[in-house]
């Protein structure tokens, strides 16, 4: 059988009702070898849908017009079915919580290799050693509902392994893991590269975790030319907080959940136009601290000082913001319920996402979306924001137009508190960077602006 | 979570003993085992306590109400008078056991069910069923997935969209959290199904990770539960009255063997099944 991956004049449009379907993907042709190739590009760029042609979800899955010519180990992938593609291609997606299927981390890897008919021997086997490759062994037994984001991720990469399939794609693979995670999984592809299996990768983290063997990049559903690059003007220098007034605190705080104590003796303060930032492992109680300012989680001991009015809060899913027809909408949305009576247009336009204003939050990329769910936050010009995880699945470009924001926000007097695994980000961004470590808080050393 | 399949069937069965056995002695039995089965599983008691509370005091409303509403019977306790509509009249002891007879029959049938949903998680349920129905487990597996799920986005969109500004003022205002619960439920479901595809669902013959051993434990307890069922069949097909009622003077509960042979053997197949 012919091995590799050819894509020959591949030019593909989504479905789309009652407005001109855009290209996704024009006129790619590529092969894929063996080894780890790595896809980059803006978000929106079209990674996502060339990743999924190569499993065949587009065009059996999503439909649209599809044309030229795909073939994965001499399979055609119009004519062969997703499923049976299966067998060949193990799919990581970027949430892949969201396509999780049972209770435990055991049955969810098997649940590939069950399907695919493998004897209950190799399923156990199989599993093991899915588990091993990414370092979550010790999880075989626990409930899916009981890990943090960084571990489901995991889980779904094992998922994608415990078939053995001779390509693993991956869509964005490390945008929820910490420095560790992003670290192990990039050994495990480097050793699963090894052992033969081709790896393809779409990922804004790559840089200091993995070097891919080639690289391809993508602008507008296009190929660029290797090695050319959109200019992205540097992001700015925050400037220290002109004010000395404290306008949030946690005074010897624990913080406790169904009665455990998670985040125990905190204490820290931030000022107007401060920018603070939060790191940690997964699971470490980032999200949990920002909770706790926010209100949405009880203090078990201590005091907690916040403004009553004006805190914007940006969770890790973005999809929770977003369910209007128009990112216009859910901005002019949170002026209304804010009784403000500024332009939603002008509010897109200085945050740098007036391109986005007419489009639909479901068809954007996970980068646009997280975006538009900032754009919908701080609309309202808030005095505290409290931001999850804000540039998961952001590319370059995306991550300065962020810090930018956010000096913007800071020269209002807002002061932002951000959770995040991006170092690049906490450098750029905070003077102080915290990082929680065994429920407390202690400095980071060598990271923040210097 | 050890033997979902024979849980199941145990209350399967006994919520048939508890709906169709008006006698209170086989309902005490049921919510005896069921709070067995609830404690041998290590529940916490934070979880109980609730559960508890509700079935305290939906106990006491049965009672209460029974007693003040329902004039029958002929030991007569007191009199609510005539001013008072709806509720004046005698006030009775059979009323009142009438009323603890039915709160029993509650009861019994929130705790036995009470016994499977609080003890065994929706996917260990379909993942204990037989490999010849494992696809249509798997996807009643991923479907009861979404409900938990709607659930957790439910509580994540009310408190994004507070943070917005958004009021819960008004049955309109809800739209703002229903619709986007909804639309996110949708938009799971497809990329579930995605996901199932990409992971070769459907392709053919399915195997299991685990397979599902007959166990002698669990066959004799099943075998306990389809015996229970025996004496009830047998009592609506020969006609036998088997009902107690306090009315007109209040009785001693019925030791039919109709009675008693099915709640035993439930009670049984119930200590088989408890131990985790």
């Known amino acids: 059988m012919q091995q590799g991956i050819t894509f020959e004049n591949v030019t593909y449009q989504y479905p789309a009702w009652g407005t001109e379907p855009a290209n996704a993907l024009t006129d790619i042709s590529a092969s894929f070898g063996g080894g780890i190739t790595a896809v980059i590009g803006d978000s929106g760029s079209g990674k996502s849908s060339l990743l999924r042609v190569v499993n065949g979800l587009i065009p059996h899955f999503h439909g649209g017009n599809f044309s030229g010519r795909v073939r994965v180990d001499g399979m055609d992938v119009v004519s062969t079915p997703t499923r049976d593609l299966a067998r060949r291609v193990g799919f990581v997606f970027q949430e892949p919580e969201a396509g999780f299927v049972r209770g435990t981390v055991a049955r969810e890897v098997a649940f590939g290799p069950e399907n695919l008919g493998f004897d209950q021997k190799l399923i156990r086997q199989r599993v093991t050693e899915a588990l091993e490759s990414v370092g979550i062994a010790h999880l075989v037994d626990r409930r899916i509902k009981?890990?943090?984001?960084?571990?489901?991720?995991?889980?779904g990469v094992a998922a994608a392994l415990a078939s053995d399939p001779n390509t693993v794609v991956l869509d964005e693979p490390m945008s929820q893991l910490d420095d560790e995670g992003a670290r192990l999984l990039a050994q495990t592809l480097v050793a699963i590269a090894r052992s033969g299996t081709r790896v393809i990768i779409a990922e804004h983290r790559l840089a200091g975790y993995l070097k891919a063997d080639r690289t391809i990049q993508m602008h507008e559903g296009m190929f660029l030319e290797a090695g050319s690059k959109h200019a992205i003007a540097p992001p700015p220098t925050l400037s220290p907080p002109s004010s000395d007034r404290i306008i949030w605190e946690l005074d010897g705080a624990d913080v406790a959940i169904d009665g455990t104590v998670l985040l125990s003796n905190i204490n820290l303060a931030g000022r107007e136009g401060e920018v603070m930032v939060i790191t940690g492992a997964n699971g470490s109680g980032k999200t949990t601290l920002l909770r706790a300012l926010g209100g949405l989680c009880p203090l078990a001991r201590g005091t907690r000082l916040a403004p009553a009015l004006g805190v914007a809060y940006l969770p890790q899913e973005p999809g929770v913001l977003l369910h209007r027809a128009r990112v216009i909408d859910e901005v002019a949305q949170t002026l209304k319920?804010?009784?403000l009576d500024a332009s939603p247009i002008e509010v897109l336009e200085v945050l740098d996402l007036a391109h986005l204003a007419q489009r639909d939050p479901r068809d954007l990329s996970v980068g646009e979306r997280q975006r538009a769910a900032l754009a919908v936050v701080l609309a309202g010009r808030p005095r505290l924001a409290l931001l999850d995880e804000p540039t998961r699945g952001m590319d370059e470009r995306a991550r300065t137009s962020l810090v930018r924001t956010l000096a913007l926000l800071s020269a209002y007097g807002t002061a932002t508190i951000v959770a995040t695994h991006d170092r690049v980000l906490a450098h750029q961004l905070a003077r102080t960077v915290w990082r929680i470590s065994g429920g407390t808080l202690v400095p980071e050393e060598g990271v923040g602006v210097s | 979570m050890r033997r979902p399949g024979a849980l199941l069937v145990w209350v399967v069965g006994a919520l048939a003993v508890a709906l169709t056995i008006p006698d209170p002695l086989s309902s005490a039995l049921v919510i005896v085992v069921s709070w067995m089965?609830?404690?041998?599983?290590?529940?916490s008691e934070r979880n109980l306590r609730p559960l508890a509370i509700g079935l305290g005091i939906m106990g006491v409303i049965s009672l209460a109400v029974n007693g003040v509403l329902v004039h029958e019977g002929t030991t007569v306790i007191g009199f609510v008078p005539g001013w008072i509509p709806l509720v004046s009249g005698p006030i009775t002891v059979e009323g009142f056991l009438q009323g603890g007879s039915i709160a029993l029959t509650l009861i019994a049938t929130i705790s036995a069910a009470a016994s499977l949903s609080i003890v065994v998680e929706p996917t260990d349920l379909v993942e204990s069923f037989p490999q010849s129905l494992s696809r249509v487990a798997a996807a009643l597996g991923s479907?009861?997935?979404m409900v938990p799920a709607m659930a957790a986005s439910y509580r994540s969109i009310k408190e994004a969209q507070q943070f917005r500004g958004w009021r819960p003022k008004g049955v309109r205002a809800m739209i703002d959290v229903i619709v986007p619960v909804l639309l996110g439920a949708i938009e799971r479901s497809t990329q579930?199904?995605?996901?199932?595809?990409?992971?070769?669902?459907?392709?053919?013959?399915?195997?299991?990770?685990?397979?599902?051993?007959?166990?002698?434990?669990?066959l004799f307890a099943v075998g306990f539960v389809v015996l229970s069922g025996v004496p009830i069949l047998m009592a609506h097909l020969t006609h036998t009255p088997w009902a107690w009622y306090p009315y007109p003077t209040p009785s001693i509960p019925s030791i039919s063997y109709f009675v008693w042979l099915p709640a035993i053997l439930l009670g049984v197949a119930g200590f088989v099944i408890a131990p985790d």
């Open chain 1, 146 to 155: 009981t890990l943090s984001g960084g571990e489901r991720q995991r889980v």
């Open chain 1, 337 to 339: 319920w804010l009784h």
């Open chain 2, 37 to 43: 089965i609830l404690m041998c599983r290590r529940i």
């Open chain 2, 143 to 145: 479907a009861l997935n």
């Open chain 2, 192 to 218: 579930l199904a995605e996901s199932m595809e990409a992971r070769g669902f459907g392709t053919g013959p399915r195997t299991q990770l685990i397979s599902h051993a007959r166990k002698a434990r669990n």
